[in-house]
């Protein structure tokens, strides 16, 4: 039993852009699991673009306020069960928050099998990749010659709905934050083509690299780009609104996008967005199809860890600053051994 | 053979507001039908607020350029026919303009079985209430007992999505122009609860109209009510992108709906907009329907007939500025006999 343990605490309402020190450390009591909980270690940490929202406002969750533990998925070992369907030593996914020890409800929480390196669990077999392959074949429904558009291209989800995009036979375009990016798209991913959000001629260069139009846009991102893709979007086109990382890290958003609702009736173009938690009956079928397309080659897994709790708030604040590349990753405590 | 006819075009693109000397009439020659056209006697015009977006942009048709003849639907008399589908006598659903007489390809009309007043034909049973019929149960996807707010309920394709949505189960709340246009809506038509859209507690008069919240918003405007609904859906919710009629008539449209994608991300909304011909299949469906609604009184037709084709312009006009209730149609031409 350890009695106590660093836990990091959403601790005051940002102004504008997040800053690392909108958190802080404090060392506080390991709970007891009580009938039906979990006492659990928690080994990683996913970090989130959506958490910026969860401190802004209410979302699909109740909104954290300051002095609240930091919410997060984690990747967690069970060390004391009292719900018979989790013993000691399994390994759970858990909303186990940004701290070393968690007690959560056994109702809550999804076992691993672990089939991979761990962290792939938390990347792109993970929530983060689930969401991708739902975004894409339940709301974006692609057909084999189609041409999809992806946002954030190099973040988590975005490198992974254009890879299955490319699995499934489309061309398939990102956009992303730097030259890097882009090239790491291109040439490590096998994008057709990658443009930086960056670049004054980005409605040429999109045009160019999508001849045939668009006729899936995978948004990550919101604000003025979604105004952008709506003009460049064929007849029945679709928009997987999959997030809106470009209006989470500001108090002041950007206006919408003018062509909602008008573009939308006249080509006949369908926004829909999702949570991947409401789609558990497609989980399984999800992780089978992405753990084939791993091991065949076809899917890259693309992560990147940070060593430690204490690193939690920058990596946050990096990844809202388009820092990172594929998914990112806190690791709390060492993988059981 | 007639020789000469009165025809109106499309004289000037409007700065702002459309107005009646945006068009102009003049006498035009009758044109003579080759192989595989008809020649054809309007009789009806119908009068739509898309045809605002016409002459604005390039819409699902060709922008409208000034000096063309104004085009619109019309119901209308084959009387010289190279086409055997479409006999001399016939009447066609086409788009013959606003014309005495119209030469189209045989292709393009579409012969109507007349069981009702030929003005339903325009209207409830027309493309109109088709509209309607298609985005509340192909796009909307209705269930009894949902909510569903109309946004120009009053209107042609408003007030029969508002009485379709009645006949399957759903509380209905009209959003209207005007006092008198809410008693009608709620007294004549049967909805649950009608709001001007011009009251300064509109939010909270939905709010106490919808106490379960908004599940199906049938958009027919756009603009800033789209986003006051956005706020209002529930989770799963969905719009119907019939129209953006708020946007249409001026050159310097609102700003777009600034919970776009934010919402949609978190609410798991869907925005789909359609159009009707793109649902032909579905198209006898819906008029046998709405016949038998009609029939059973569960569903009223409500239309105005301005006489005489010099009083298009105004027609329209008046469309765009929200005095019309239920669908507008112009009389070129008596019934034939």
Not at 111 to 128: D, E, K, Q, Y
Not at 218 to 246: I, K, Y
Not at 298 to 303: N, T
Not at 317 to 336: C, E, H, M, S, T
């Amino acid at each position: 039993m350890v009695p106590t343990q660093t836990r990091i605490l959403f601790a005051r309402t940002p102004e504008g852009q997040l800053r690392p020190d909108d958190f802080a450390p404090e060392t506080g009591l390991v709970g007891d699991p009580r009938a039906g909980e979990l006492l659990c270690r928690n080994i990683l940490l996913s970090i989130d673009p959506a958490a910026r929202a969860w401190i802004q406002s209410r979302t699909y969750r109740e909104q954290v306020l300051p002095g609240q533990v930091m919410p997060g998925f984690t990747l967690s070992e069970v060390i004391r069960s009292h719900d018979p369907r989790h013993p000691v030593g399994t390994i759970v996914l858990i909303d186990g928050g940004w701290q070393e020890y968690a007690v959560v409800p056994g109702s809550t929480a999804r076992p691993i099998t672990v089939r991979a390196p761990l962290t792939h669990h938390l990347s792109t077999l993970g929530l983060t990749g689930v969401t991708a392959w739902v975004g894409l074949h339940e709301v974006g429904r692609p057909r084999s010659g189609e041409t999809m558009v992806v946002s954030a291209a190099a973040g988590a989800t975005g490198n992974v709905a254009g890879q299955l995009g490319r699995a499934v036979g489309m061309r398939v375009v990102g956009i992303a934050g730097s030259d890097d990016k882009c090239t790491w798209l291109v040439n490590e991913l096998g994008f057709d083509g990658a443009v930086n959000h960056r670049s004054p001629e980005l409605r040429r260069e999109l045009k160019a690299l999508c001849p045939d139009g668009v006729d899936l846009y995978f948004d990550n991102v919101g604000g003025p780009l979604l105004d952008q893709l709506l003009t460049l979007l064929n007849a029945r086109g679709r928009v997987v609104c999959c997030g809106a990382v470009s209006q989470y890290d500001t108090d002041s958003p950007a206006p919408g996008p003018r062509f909602v609702p008008g573009l939308v009736v006249t080509k006949r173009l369908r926004l829909e967005g999702f949570i991947v938690t409401d789609h558990e009956d497609t989980w399984a079928r999800a992780e089978q199809e992405m753990a084939e397309l791993i091991a065949d080659g076809r899917l890259r897994v693309a992560e990147q860890v940070v060593d430690g709790l204490a690193g939690a708030p920058s990596a946050l604040v990096g990844l809202l600053a388009g820092n990172n590349i594929g998914k990112q990753l806190v690791r709390i405590a060492p993988d059981p051994g």
